[in-house]
């Protein structure tokens, strides 16, 4: 069975504000959220696992660094 990350953890994990998570969701730019209740909402750690190796690491522009 798949864990379900709640907002506070995903925005700790990706060192990003809630303001941004807000923005990411708005954009389209992160997988969806699943709603849990009428007041908490969650993402599959497997989704956020897909999207985060989809995403450019770091590496990728070293030549990027001064």
Do not use: H, Y
Not at 30 to 50: H, N
Request: glycine share 8%; charged share 30%; aromatic share 6%.
């Amino acid at each position: 069975m798949d864990k379900i990350v709640k907002q506070p953890e995903l925005i700790k994990a990706l060192g990003v504000s809630r303001g941004t998570l807000f923005n990411m969701r708005r954009d389209g730019t992160i997988p969806a959220p699943r709603k849990i209740s009428s007041r908490c909402v969650g993402w599959l750690q497997s989704e956020i696992d897909e999207w985060l190796k989809s995403r450019p690491s770091a590496e990728r522009f070293s030549g990027l660094q001064s």
